[in-house]
């Protein structure tokens, strides 16, 4: 059985997601478009701690390869509730590359659920993705 990668149907609602997605707002809605990656970050991790969402910041992510830890390891932005992945970008708009970084992230951790967030255009991009391993990795993880 192949993995499965999808986008959070917008009717299937999730609290934890969309609290990750009002703090970005509003790091948006005071910035505004155009600061650098790193600055978005910064307030964000203050915004998540002033509304006490938990998180973690430049969480290294470990891979795994046949029950073997690799050296080389993927450094999420965020971890966010201690289940979600949160990407940062900052450019005029996402497309496949950033898209697939997520999905990668998701897939070598074997996390559920990921979130790219693009502080880059005049509007707060998003997107929710949601991971299910196969039966032969779900065992192992």
């Known amino acids: 059985m192949n993995p499965q990668i ?4 917008a009717d299937k609602r999730d609290s934890q997601i969309y ?3 009002g703090a970005a707002m509003e790091v948006h809605s005071h910035l505004g478009h155009g600061f650098l990656e790193a600055v978005y970050q910064e307030a964000l991790a203050l915004e998540f701690a002033q ?9 290294g992510l470990d891979i795994r390869y046949k029950n073997h830890k690799l050296a080389t390891a993927y450094r999420a932005d965020f ?3 201690d289940s979600i992945i949160v990407e940062l970008k900052a450019m005029t708009t996402i497309g496949n590359g950033e898209t697939a970084q997520l999905i990668n992230y998701l897939k070598a951790t074997g996390f ?5 967030l693009n502080f880059g255009a005049p509007m707060l991009q998003h997107k929710r993705m949601v991971f299910t391993p196969p039966e032969n990795l ?3 993880a």
Not at 6 to 9: F, I
Not at 51 to 59: A, D, S, T, V
Not at 112 to 116: D, K, N, Q, V
């Open 6 to 9: 999808t986008q959070m149907d």
């Open 19 to 21: 609290a990750i997605i």
């Open 51 to 59: 509304r006490g969402l938990p998180f973690r910041r430049e969480e």
């Open 79 to 81: 971890i966010c509730f």
């Open 112 to 116: 559920a659920r990921g979130l790219l």
């Open 138 to 140: 779900r065992s192992s």
